[in-house]
């Protein structure tokens, strides 16, 4: 990508975001501006990176050929073309080839431009967080819930029509890491969030993080996904998806899609019922058809070898 491009992308991301963040209350979102800020510097080509890989394709030639083009940037990167190998090994073991370097046709052939974006955006959110745990073995296992729940949501996304595994890569991994940070920060008051989860039998409470921080982890997610390029409804879809409790709400369709992935993730790791609100009417999906797929599903992420894949060894 030349300087002309990286310069327009960025541009339209501003605008974008800008319009998208307007429609969203304010409450909170300053202070989990602040939050996301306290990651550090961010890397700047990386949205528009990012921005590009999410742009969908048009019958120009030339929109592929751009595409492809960040593709061999991040090969050019050790730590992220390593980690695009190894993400690609954990879901489509001995498809690639080993006795030469990986090209954009290897990747494609297999996965998405949009999960390659979510990939990289995971993994430097996840580089970011470990600087912060302090404690190796709080570390080793908050690493191998994001993945937990990152394999979950991939293999959802990728099984559902219309969603695709960038989603359900993003629902799955970035919430589970903004927490892992929020608790870094404050780990006294995070330990009494906890209490609280287990005693209600709950994963999140927004209500509660808002009360106890003046943000709650949907709108860092939210906000973080802005700062690493994700324009148009992503932002403000995350926020209100991740966040809503009624599954007969108002959502947009993206966050209706966020919901639901949301809550089959915890149908699928609690092996429970999942509400039957969240599949025919909104999805045209039976109650049989979603009990098979989640099944599924449950299946093929727990019968597998699991890699740590945003630990690229390198």
């Not at 903004?178 to 709950?202: C, F, K, M, V």
């Not at 809550?263 to 969240?278: A, G």
Request: charged fraction near 20%; charge should be positive; include cysteine.
């Amino acid at each position: 990508m030349n300087r002309t491009e990286y310069k327009r992308c960025m541009s339209e991301a501003n605008v974008l975001v800008k319009s998208v963040l307007d429609r969203i209350p304010p409450d909170g979102w300053e202070v989990a501006g602040r939050a996301v800020s306290s990651l550090g510097p961010f890397f700047p080509p990386l949205a528009a990176y990012v921005r590009v890989l999410n742009t969908p394709l048009t019958d120009d030639p030339q929109g592929k050929v751009t595409k492809d083009s960040v593709l061999v940037e991040f090969l050019r990167t050790p730590t992220i073309g390593e980690a695009i190998r190894q993400f690609i090994e954990n879901f489509y073991p001995r498809r690639l080839p080993t006795h030469r370097a990986l090209t954009p046709a290897d990747i494609t052939g297999l996965v998405d431009y949009e999960s390659c974006a979510a990939l990289v955006t995971l993994l430097y959110l996840f580089s970011k967080v470990k600087r912060a745990v302090p404690n190796r073995e709080q570390w080793q296992a908050l690493a191998e819930l994001v993945h937990d729940r990152a394999d979950i949501g991939y293999y959802l996304g990728q099984s559902l029509p219309g969603f695709g595994g960038a989603l359900g890569l993003l629902v799955g991994g970035a919430r589970f890491l903004s927490q892992g940070y929020i608790a870094t920060r404050d780990p006294g008051r995070h330990q009494q969030y906890e209490q609280h989860l287990r005693a209600n039998g709950l994963t999140f409470d927004v209500g509660y993080e808002v009360n106890k921080w003046g943000f709650s982890h949907t709108q860092f997610v939210a906000f973080y996904l802005q700062r690493m390029g994700y324009t148009r409804d992503v932002p403000f879809s995350v926020a209100t998806g991740l966040s809503s409790t009624n599954n007969r709400g108002n959502l947009t369709t993206l966050a209706s899609k966020i919901q639901a992935v949301s809550t089959w993730i915890e149908v699928i790791v609690r092996d429970s019922t999942p509400p039957p609100s969240l599949g025919e009417a909104q999805f045209g999906l039976s109650a049989a058809e979603i009990s098979q797929l989640l099944k599924s599903v449950r299946t093929m992420a727990h019968s597998q070898t699991a890699i740590l894949w945003l630990e690229p060894k390198n």
